[in-house]
């Protein structure tokens, strides 16, 4: 097929009237395009200092039919997670990723839940993640793959809880194109200069409206979303 | 390519028109997306900035089309991932066929893709024994009841929850008989129980991509279900299938689109799920894809190149132009005979199927302009199918009664004397006839309007001689 590539490929150029590649200085500026990341517009509403910004992040996610709660320390989120479930009548087996912001919760004090850390299989109903950043613009989450979060936990378990130390709160997608840009680079991170394969943008719960333009939450994603802000360092 | 009807155009869409079920479907339908358009766009007040640059970052990747792609195979061969080339349709679906067989796949899972529609993919497979699972609800539905989408983003729009309970129990024969079945979430249910089965069988996962982003190599999709991620990261294999004027330069680019995007289209801020996947998985990822290919389809795009035409492929395949048009919410998206329907497919259906074919569709248009006030990247759509329509009356493409009527119209309209004149006498014959209701329901050589309506009967002069006369609005 690599001739189609070349048929494609002149038959554009002849279509925007040149007869081979750009230019070497054109090339240059599309290059310097290409890496110098300007941002186009970015909206003003995220224009907060940080404690508007996590409000505004809630108000965002609450509007898409997330749920959302508070605990003041990593030490609270068993029991708050704990909490919710019991209040949602949800079963208490869980499937965890296997990262280290959870790492630093006591999970085995609550001896109600029952946890699995990995990969979720079809049977699982409840996923816990943490996520690395949050868009205050939608209230929306970003969850990035790698061997601490397989990305199946945000799809496939119906309840997905997940955990945001506040201080991830970021304005705008764009905020979220620096990090991963920045871990990629970080030697410390083990992406070996690559992104991630699979960055989730998630705005509330799964939804669809193909049966007479009704909303249903539950699609084939999670039925609900509950994120749980930790407020303290 | 799939097999277009839209020379039937006129037949077709009085079909639709008769159709009541259709009605009370698009009646339903009415105003769920332009109200909550609407709202979106007033809550952003960057929206038309955002509309603006949206516009211009499609027209400079268009511009450097070229440089672009080779940019970003490069990126996605780095990352692992593999690039095949498409002139056209049959080589997609060689492609698609050739990787399919290459890992012995006996299903492939789908997420929603129009090109996937042009390229009559699940045909193919198909004809191949390997069973193709449309995943997103809409699209399940419809392949149920082997229909093709009416609408871009939604596609069982023209279908009653009564019709979707119908196929379900035609389909699902396995389930109790009894079952109540009659409201969307009990409908919504049986259906994610039976895909949710479906995810873990196929060895092969089929998206489309909303952008394809040349810095990094990444594809993007955009759904609210998340079927399309469960399509692409359970399976072995990842197949992207795009057209090659979905790429653009940087990940900020995208983010811009992004967010004129869904709120274009569903009046979302923005949709459950934006996912950008970037090659296959990586090593130590406990889950994802082992093999990403992407498709990059020409199939006529690089021919609307150059031409009066080239504006078209800035579509973001939002869908904002069907919601606020009047012809399609009447005739419905069927009505259009192939697979791009309402104002964006009058005018890229006859650039990819060619004038003699689709040149029909620029004249289902009332030229109101509302897809040109609505559409995010700015397609000047009305002045793009009166292109069409002068490219179908140059190739006398069009019925002899039309260039006849033309030819008139065109003699008196360079006599402003004769014309005066002679719709002097047309108004008051009219006012005459009318003269008892006030309305006509049959005028000679105006059948085309009378079938489905009234005509006002005119109240005996003709504007210029009112204003003539010295008559002014009060």
Not at chain 2, 237 to 246: F, R
Not at chain 2, 364 to 376: D, I, L, Y
Request: net charge negative; proline share 6%.
């Amino acid at each position: 097929m690599s001739d189609n590539r070349e048929t494609v490929l002149s038959s554009l150029r002849r279509a925007l009237g040149r007869s081979g590649p750009v230019d070497d200085d054109t090339a240059t500026k599309l290059r310097a395009r290409m890496v110098g990341h300007a941002r186009n517009t970015v909206p003003a509403r995220t224009a907060l200092d940080d404690a508007a910004l996590v409000e505004l992040f809630e108000t965002m996610a609450k509007k898409v039919h997330a749920t959302v709660a508070h605990v003041p320390n990593m030490s609270d989120v068993p029991g708050a997670v704990g909490d919710y479930l019991r209040g949602e009548n949800l079963p208490s087996e869980i499937v965890m990723a296997p990262d280290v912001t959870l790492d630093a919760a006591p999970w085995e004090e609550n001896a109600l839940l029952e946890i699995r850390r990995g990969v979720p299989v079809e049977s699982d109903q409840v996923s816990v993640t943490s996520a690395p950043a949050a868009v205050a613009e939608t209230g929306t989450l970003a969850m990035f793959s790698g061997p601490s979060h397989p990305s199946t936990l945000n799809f496939i378990p119906e309840t997905h809880v997940v955990v945001l130390p506040k201080g991830r709160v970021v304005k705008s997608y764009e905020d979220v194109w620096d990090a991963i840009r920045a871990q990629a680079a970080d030697p410390e991170s083990g992406r070996d200069g690559q992104l991630p394969r699979t960055v989730n943008f998630i705005t509330g719960p799964s939804r669809s409206g193909d049966i007479e333009q009704t909303l249903l939450l539950g699609a084939h994603g999670p039925r609900r979303l509950h994120i749980v802000i930790v407020d303290g360092e | 390519m799939k097999v277009s009807t839209t020379r039937n155009f006129k037949a077709n869409a009085a079909e639709q028109l008769a159709n009541e079920t259709l009605r009370a479907a698009l009646t339903k339908s009415k105003g769920h997306f332009t109200d909550s358009r609407a709202i979106a766009a007033e809550n952003l007040p960057e929206f038309e900035d955002l509309r603006d640059q949206s516009r211009d970052i499609k027209d400079h990747t268009i511009e450097n089309l070229d440089f672009y792609l080779e940019a970003y195979e490069a990126r996605v061969k780095e990352s692992g991932g593999h690039v095949h080339w498409a002139r056209t349709a049959e080589d997609a679906r060689n492609i698609v066929l050739e990787i399919c067989k290459s890992v012995d796949a006996k299903a492939v899972n789908k997420g929603k893709s129009m090109i996937s529609e042009e390229c009559a993919i699940n045909e193919m497979l198909e004809e191949n024994g390997i069973r193709a699972v449309e995943t997103d609800l809409g699209e399940y539905i419809i392949q149920l009841r082997g229909e093709t989408p009416s609408h871009i983003i939604a596609p069982a729009v023209h279908l009653t929850k009564g019709q979707v309970e119908e196929s379900f129990r035609a389909n699902h024969t396995h389930l109790d008989p009894d079952r109540i079945l009659e409201e969307p979430p009990t409908l919504l249910d049986e259906a994610r129980t039976i895909l949710r089965q479906k995810y873990f069988e196929a060895e092969v996962g089929m998206t489309g991509a909303n952008l394809l982003v040349a810095e990094t190599g990444s594809s993007i999709i955009v759904t609210n279900e998340g079927n399309g991620d469960l399509s692409q990261l359970i399976p072995k294999v990842h197949i992207v299938l795009a057209s090659i004027e979905k790429i653009v330069p940087t990940l900020e680019d995208a983010a811009t689109i992004l967010r004129v995007l869904a709120r274009s289209a569903t009046g979302q801020e923005f949709s459950s799920y934006t996912t950008m996947s970037t090659g296959p998985k990586r090593e130590g990822d406990p889950d994802g894809p082992e093999e990403y290919h992407v498709i990059l389809l020409d199939n006529g795009r690089t021919d609307m190149i150059g031409t009066e035409f080239q504006e078209m492929l800035r579509c973001i395949r939002c869908g904002a132009c069907m919601n606020h048009c009047p012809v399609y919410q009447s005739v419905g998206g069927h009505a259009y005979g192939w697979v791009y329907p309402g104002p964006m497919g009058s005018v890229l259906s006859p650039g990819l199927l060619g004038v003699d074919e689709a040149g029909h569709l620029p004249n289902a248009s009332t030229f109101c302009g509302r897809c040109e006030e609505v559409c995010p990247v700015r397609i000047p759509l009305p002045k793009l199918m009166r292109n069409w329509r002068e490219q179908e009356f140059e190739k006398h493409l069009s019925p002899g009664a039309v260039r006849v009527g033309l030819g008139l119209w065109s003699f008196f309209a360079r006599h402003p004397k004769l014309y005066q004149l002679a719709t002097g006498i047309q108004m008051r014959v009219l006012a005459r006839a009318g003269r008892a209701r006030g309305r006509l329901s049959s005028v000679p050589l105006a059948k085309g309007w009378t079938k489905y309506r009234d005509l006002p009967a005119p109240e005996g002069r003709t504007f210029q001689s009112r204003w003539k006369s010295g008559e002014r609005p009060q």
